[in-house]
């Protein structure tokens, strides 16, 4: 019988560590999938349209790429950091955007890009 209790818990002490590790590697998979999505559909609708040109020689040429109309406020953003990776002018966030507070940001904010 005392064996019996040993064995157990032997078996718990080895599987308590791996069900630690299990749930860390989830988490952290939830965490990066999380801050890598894209604005709200917005890549689903960019493949959309992407697929429906026709490639001409021209278009070859020169790639467009579309501006997006607002950014996702990710973790650790700024207004000077959302400037940099959009390249719209802090100035021009600010007044697109006059109720948005700078010292404030919240993830998952939206801050419009364009009119």
């Known amino acids: 019988m005392a064996d019996n ?3 157990r818990r032997n078996i718990a002490r080895f599987f308590a560590p791996l069900a ?16 890598n999505e894209q604005d ?3 890549d689903a609708q960019r ?7 026709q490639t001409t020689p021209e278009n070859a040429q020169t790639p467009r790429r579309q501006r ?16 940099e990776k959009t390249g719209v002018p802090v100035e ?5 955007n006059p109720e948005l507070d700078p010292q404030n940001l919240v993830v998952g904010q939206r801050v419009e890009l364009r009119e």
């Open 5 to 7: 209790r040993r064995r």
């Open 20 to 35: 630690l590790v299990a749930f860390g590697v989830a988490l952290a998979m939830v965490i990066l999938s999380f801050t």
């Open 40 to 42: 709200d559909g917005g």
């Open 47 to 53: 493949t959309t349209t992407e697929s429906s040109r």
């Open 68 to 83: 997006r109309a607002f950014y996702r406020v990710k973790l650790n953003d700024t207004l000077g950091l959302i400037a």
């Open 92 to 96: 021009r966030l600010q007044e697109l």
